[in-house]
Nanobody
């Protein structure tokens, strides 16, 4: 069974840093694009950053160079390094991956369970 297992998150003061990681567990044929999304209370889930198999990344404007996404294809893991955190970054962060389970399977989107990030004094 394919699962996305997130780690990291927690409480950090404004201006601080926090790393997130997300590993694909279970057997899969290929892992395509991976990304991070977030959802604050009362808001819709929004894109934070994505990275493709070749480590080409895209970012939401609000990251403004503060966040860095990367991946390790050998470990099927995606990372998000968050620096200069602001209170408005407080949200549940979800990882996402486009996975093909078998060679003849269609690509499906899988989601992690979410990890809480709280930026506060």
């Amino acid at each position: 069974q394919i699962q996305l297992v997130e780690s990291g998150g927690g409480l950090v003061q404004p201006g601080g840093s926090l790393p997130l990681s997300c590993k694909v567990s279970g057997i899969s044929f290929s892992v395509g694009a991976m990304g991070w999304y977030r959802q604050a209370p009362g808001n819709q889930r929004e894109l934070v950053a994505t990275v493709n198999f070749y480590n080409t990344s895209t970012y939401a404007d609000f990251t403004k160079g503060r966040f860095t996404i990367s991946r390790d294809n050998d470990k099927n893991t995606v990372y998000l390094q968050m620096n200069s955190l602001k209170p408005e970054d407080t949200a549940v962060y979800y990882c996402n991956a486009e996975i093909r389970e078998k060679p003849i399977s269609p690509t499906r989107a899988y989601w992690g369970q979410g990890t809480q990030v709280t930026v506060s004094t």
